[in-house]
């Protein structure tokens, strides 16, 4: 168990305390990478969109050529009955994951019904309310599916992103604007990513070289209920040059405001803090 963490697993079916190990030295997945995670959160004593955060992981493991073990219905219920250990006022990551135990004749190809699965729950704070990012480029891009099973929200995919931001720390900033295959603006190297022109929202369309991330469709659907015109659309960098508020979503942190892109400046906006008002409005009515 890491130092100063709240870490609960579960596996083999049953919870335990602590960072438990689970992965063998021959597992496919510990070798060859056939691993797939999902994230969501607890905080507030709720659980946003945790049937869906479950429904993907599963959807991932048979995007990685994996058989689901456990059903969403299942995975919700054991994700909650875990969740009964810690406090209400606990901020709680939820990590439901699979990975491949054997190979095929090949090595390469892991076993369909040789699947192992597992519940991570670790204690994370949320980030402040007055947390913000920096963003620059970066020379390292987001794969295609032929490439690349971005169809997963699959480990595998992770050293790539992690490239990103080493690389945008290194020139002083704290994340990256990441193009896809044609150049054309992605996402961030650890979220989706919003900008706002003239009080009208816009956010690149999902191409198949990024996850459309579950988060990133609720604020899109908080915002349009509120009278929010929300565009998705083919962007580039300078868009967001030209932008007046930029802003990024994910589990982790659900919004994070941009404060620059490089040598472009961005206030703290209106569009941002009414898209966080909105979902923490929603969260709470959903309990």
């Known amino acids: 168990m890491a130092v100063g963490k709240n870490i609960r697993t579960y596996f083999?079916?049953?919870?335990?305390?602590?960072?438990?190990?689970?992965?063998?030295?021959?597992?496919?997945?510990?070798?060859l990478g056939s691993s797939v995670f999902d994230g969501a959160r607890f905080f507030d004593g709720l659980a946003p969109d945790l049937e869906a955060h479950c429904e993907r992981v599963n959807r991932s493991a048979e995007a990685l050529m994996l058989t689901p073990t456990v059903t969403t219905e299942q995975m919700v219920e054991i994700v909650r009955e875990g969740l009964d250990s810690y406090a209400k006022g606990s901020a709680v990551y939820i990590r439901p994951m699979y990975w491949g135990i054997d190979g095929d004749v090949t090595a390469i190809v892991p076993q369909q019904d040789s699947t192992g699965f597992a519940i991570c729950l670790e204690e994370i704070p949320m980030?402040?309310?007055?947390?913000?990012?920096?963003?620059?480029?970066?020379?390292f891009r987001r794969p295609v599916l032929e490439s690349a099973v971005v169809n997963a929200k699959a480990g595998c995919l992770y050293p790539n992103n992690a490239r990103m931001l080493k690389e945008a720390r290194s020139k002083g900033f704290s994340n990256a604007l990441v193009a896809d295959a044609l150049g054309h603006v992605a996402e961030t190297a650890t979220a989706n990513i919003f900008m706002v022109r003239d009080g009208e929202v816009f956010t690149p369309t999902p191409n198949g070289?990024?996850?459309?991330?579950?988060?990133?469709?609720?604020?899109?659907?908080?915002?349009?209920?509120?009278g929010v015109t929300v565009h998705e659309s083919v962007l580039g960098f300078e868009d967001f040059h030209e932008a007046d508020e930029v802003f990024m979503t994910g589990n982790m942190?659900?919004?994070?405001?941009?404060?620059?892109?490089?040598?472009?400046?961005?206030?703290?906006?209106?569009?941002?803090?009414?898209?966080?008002?909105?979902?923490?409005?929603?969260?709470?009515?959903a309990r």
């Open 12 to 31: 083999d079916g049953q919870w335990h305390n602590g960072d438990a190990p689970i992965m063998r030295a021959a597992d496919h997945g510990a070798w």
């Open 209 to 226: 070289t990024f996850l459309a991330g579950i988060t990133r469709a609720r604020h899109i659907k908080n915002l349009r209920a509120d």
């Open 127 to 139: 980030a402040p309310e007055t947390a913000s990012v920096t963003l620059t480029t970066t020379r």
């Open 253 to 285: 942190n659900k919004i994070t405001p941009v404060t620059a892109l490089e040598d472009t400046q961005y206030q703290i906006g209106p569009i941002a803090r009414r898209a966080r008002e909105l979902y923490w409005d929603w969260a709470a009515s």
